[in-house]
């Protein structure tokens, strides 16, 4: 089957810890996103990544970085510069920078 | 002035009626428009896509575009309590690469 798999599905992080949030898909999509989503409130683009080694940061991109090696991964660090970042975090891949497919999300929590 | 305004909710409609969504945007060279549902504690999903000026129209689904007015909207017909759950505006602005979410607004269709 085709689609976007992120993991994990829940993810709870401690003060001053990093972690790495995974995105794979096998759509043999060319881009890549990554958006916040906080409750109640719209999606806010992280960084995104339109080909393999190269990406560019979104309206938010402060505390996090992301690497683009292979075309079916996208993963995003969320770095202990990250103040608030007790969130729902979406990735989704597009062709051509036109519809996007999203993955199923992971929720992140800091304790 | 946000780049993608859509109307505030929560909207609410009975079972059957027809629900009106609304999106206006800043971006006057924007050339793909997206709608998105998220139910809630789920990802978005696709829903429609429109290019052209006119109405685009999938089942119970009408996408109808403006570009002179900079609006785009969304009617769904005989509105069902499936329906209810949050939809997104997203377009394509002259940065091909990505595109602009609003903020959503939120439907119930009561029974």
């Known amino acids: 089957d085709g689609g976007i798999t992120q993991s994990p599905k829940y993810l709870f992080r401690k003060e001053g810890q990093n972690v790495t949030l995974s995105c794979e898909q096998n759509l043999n999509h060319d881009a890549m996103y990554w958006y916040r989503q906080d409750p109640g409130q719209g999606l806010r683009l992280i960084y995104y990544s339109q080909i393999v080694n190269d990406f560019q940061k979104g309206d938010i991109a402060e505390g996090y970085s992301v690497s683009r090696e292979k075309k079916e991964s996208f993963p995003l660090t969320v770095t202990s510069a990250q103040k608030n970042p007790t969130a729902f975090y979406l990735c989704?891949?597009?062709?051509?920078?036109?519809?996007?497919?999203f993955g199923p999300g992971t929720r992140l929590t800091v304790l | 002035q946000k780049e993608v305004e859509q109307n505030s909710g929560p909207l609410s409609v009975p079972e059957g009626a027809i629900a009106s969504l609304n999106c206006t945007y800043s971006d006057r060279g924007s050339q793909s428009f997206f709608w998105y549902r998220q139910y809630s504690g789920k990802s978005p999903e696709l829903i429609m896509s429109?290019?052209?000026?006119g109405d685009k129209e999938d089942g119970r689904f009408t996408a109808q575009l403006n570009k002179a007015s900079q609006y785009v909207s969304l009617l769904i017909r005989d509105s069902q309590p499936s329906d209810s759950a949050t939809y997104l505006c997203?377009?394509?602005?002259?940065?091909?690469?990505?595109?602009?979410f609003g903020d959503g607004t939120t439907l119930t269709v009561k029974p």
């Open positions: 997203a377009v394509k602005g002259t940065n091909a690469g990505k595109s602009t």
């Open positions: 429109i290019y052209s000026n």
């Open positions: 989704a891949s597009s062709d051509a920078g036109n519809e996007q497919f």
